[in-house]
């Protein structure tokens, strides 16, 4: 049996906008009201996605959800017509409409917390899609991205799909976005890091003051114990609450980890030593704890160029590749000590960058617009074979795009209703060229 990685990205659906709806999030806030180009977003993730399946990796796609969401537009009041909603919220509140109007779901890396077979008890891959309770645009997205990973690991063999946890701040979980896992070889039972923002129970222990955690404590155990994960195979930390409070609202935008390799700031974490000791001493074997001093690469340059927001995958064996924004060429700082990491004896020794500036700016970089599953050849087989992105479907995903996006979108369009029309027409039509059946309430 093969093992690896896969990557599922997150189609960038027809309505991306920028509407500052992520306080916590620099990007998100700094380009408020600016004009979007989701033709282009979309364009630029499936050519990330592609290139990585071109470099012989595994790599599947996930669709983008139904926005604007006029069915929960209609459980606040709004009603009448599909247009007579849309105008009434952006008349009486336009931030309800721009809530339910967000393409946020394209950062997949928030879809869910994945822990692969050999990890788990009954030796099958587990699925908790996030609630995503923090931001009210994104907690809309649970229940269709349960739709939809249902309906590509449909098989029930080998795939265990567990139900969001409670939509309250107690829980807050924001997915695979504050989960890592490291093992010496795919196959082998690995260990999943949990990164909390903050313990709701634990009084004592360190918060953020000026922005939110979005992920407690009780929400990473409470996915481990739904895993079957053991003590013996988890750790949990708390993330530094001062580099919450710099615009580090998720750990992906603060390390990154691959295998045995490990790649974070030096403020990353809270309590470093003695986590990173428990973690020596869960993970035998050889461990790189790739550590960037804040002197090399500050705070502020990781939130700008999300030099940690990046894709760490395994090239051959004992090799890696990670795959940056073009963002982080652009600063001479985090361009030089990527520079340094190439002749650093790690096994990172490749490093590819990709535009994908669209998503950037809402604060998501390449490792936000995906989600890993790792599995083996006999998993892989028990998926939806139509999400795997080949040369026929990149090209088909392309030629859709063309036609169903538009090329410029700014805040007030969203309540255009031919903006409602061209996004269901362009899912229903995905949704039959993924073969993912009826998952959208506008298909029920
Ligand atoms: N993992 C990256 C997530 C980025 C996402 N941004 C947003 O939702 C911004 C949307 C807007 O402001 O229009 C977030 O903050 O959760």
Known sequence: MKQFEANFDGLVGPTHNYAGL?????????????????????????????????????????????????????????????????????????????????????????????????????????????NLVDKLHRSLEPQTTANILKAIFADSRYFSHHQTLPAHATLGDEGAAN???????????????????????????????????????????????LHRLDDDNTVFIQQNPAVIDQGVFHNDVIAVGNQNVLFFHEQAFWDSKKKLAELRAKLPGTLHLIEVPSHQVSIQDAVATYLFNTQLVTISQGEMAL??????????????????????????????????KQSMHNGGGPACLRLRVAMSDVELAAINQQVLLT??????????????????????????PQLLMESRTALDELTQLLKLGSIYPFQQ
Not at 80 to 101: F, H, I, R, S
Request: hydrophobic share 40%; charged share 20%.
């Open 323 to 356: 795959i940056a924004p073009t963002d982080c060429a652009e600063n001479p700082r985090v361009k030089a000590y990527l520079d340094e990491l190439l002749t650093m004896d790690t096994p990172i020794k490749q490093i590819h960058y990709f535009d994908v």
């Open 179 to 225: 989960h890592t896992r490291l093992c010496q070889a795919y196959d082998q039972a690995g260990v999943e890091i949990f990164v909390y923002g903050y313990s709701v129970i634990d009084k004592q222990a360190p918060r953020p003051q000026k922005y939110p955690a979005r992920q407690t404590l009780e929400a990473s155990a409470a996915i481990a114990r």
């Open 391 to 416: 040369d026929t479907l990149f090209d088909k995903l392309n030629l859709w795009v063309d036609r169903h996006y538009r090329d410029r979108l700014v805040v007030a369009d969203l309540a255009d």
């Open 22 to 130: 992520s306080f916590g999030n620099v990007a998100s806030q700094s380009h408020a009201t600016q004009p979007s180009n989701p033709k282009a977003a979309a364009k630029q993730g499936l050519k990330k996605a592609k290139s990585l399946a071109d470099m012989g990796l595994i790599q599947g796609v996930l669709a983008p959800q139904e926005r604007p969401d006029v069915h929960t537009l209609r459980r606040l009041g709004f009603s009448g017509t599909d247009a007579d909603v849309l105008q009434k919220a952006a008349k009486q509140v336009p931030e309800l409409l721009q809530a339910c109007a967000s393409a946020s779901s394209m950062w997949t890396a928030n879809a869910a917390t994945v822990s692969p077979s050999a990890d788990t008890h009954d030796g099958k891959i587990h699925f908790t899609p996030a």
